[in-house]
């Protein structure tokens, strides 16, 4: 069975740091992107980071963008997000999901969509 | 970056059509994914790339996309489709992602 399993949220204070991480099991890994996408409570969705099957050009949210880092490790078939100077507005339910990569249209473009998700880990970020 | 809009929220009656809009400049040259999100469990991919349904989801569900708006209709609508829908998109140039989401649409059955 095709499964994410996220961990490594709690409780921190503003400026602090948490490290999350994503089991994968069930599909090669490396066969594919990933993502972690976020929900505030009682908010919609928000892509927050996502990584290539290798590793390669890492993208980011402006929000978070030069306070987290994505990273993957495909021998342990684990996805990482190493999260600094927390804010407040941090505060999420932060989901792993699987990116598939298409190329789409006569101009031959690639867009990604997440197919598989896991159940989330909650990051608290307060005083 | 490019803006999703979705209207916050669609009321429909048991058998009849709800139709979910996205709306974002020239949207029609992009490919449009959609979700479901029941309360408190994670999002399920029920349309990519327009208008293609992953395996499990019901031929009720179809999408279009043209000119600024996708749209995602669910035909002869149930009370299980009652759930947060949220339309998304692909938004680089580069090789790195950049992935945006719309606000979200709750469908509410009445």
């Known amino acids: 069975e095709v499964q994410l399993a996220e961990s490594g949220g709690g409780v921190v204070r503003p400026g602090g740091s948490l490290r999350l991480s994503c089991a994968a099991s069930?599909?090669?890994?490396?066969?594919?992107?990933m993502s972690w996408v976020r929900q505030a409570p009682g908010k919609g969705l928000e892509w927050v980071s996502g990584?290539?099957?290798?590793?390669?050009?890492?993208g980011y949210a402006d929000s978070v963008n030069g306070r987290f880092t994505i990273s993957r490790d495909n021998a342990k078939n684990s996805l990482y997000m190493e999260m600094n100077s927390l804010r407040v507005e941090d505060t999420a339910l932060y989901f792993c999901?699987?990116?598939?990569?298409?190329?789409?249209?006569?101009?031959?473009?690639?867009?990604?969509?997440?197919?598989?998700w896991g159940r989330g880990t909650l990051v608290t970020v307060s005083s | 970056s490019f803006v999703l809009t979705q209207s916050p929220s669609v009321s429909v009656a048991p058998g009849q059509t709800a139709r979910i809009t996205c709306g974002g400049d020239?949207?029609?040259?992009?490919?449009v994914h959609w979700y479901q999100q029941k309360p408190g469990q994670a999002p399920v991919l029920v349309l990519y790339?327009?208008?293609d349904r992953p395996s499990g989801i019901p031929k009720r569900f179809s999408g279009s996309n043209s000119g600024n708006t996708a749209t995602l209709t669910i035909s002869r609508v149930e009370a299980g489709d009652e759930a947060d829908y949220y339309c998304?998109?692909?938004?680089?140039?580069?090789?790195?992602?950049?992935?945006?989401f719309g606000g979200g649409t709750k469908v509410t059955v009445l």
């Open positions: 990584i290539h099957w290798n590793g390669g050009s890492p």
């Open positions: 020239n949207i029609g040259s992009k490919s």
């Open positions: 790339d327009d208008s």
């Open positions: 998304q998109v692909w938004d680089s140039n580069s090789d790195h992602p950049n992935v945006v």
């Open positions: 999901a699987r990116s598939e990569e298409i190329v789409v249209g006569l101009g031959a473009s690639r867009t990604w969509y997440f197919d598989v």
């Open positions: 069930g599909f090669t890994f490396n066969d594919y992107g």
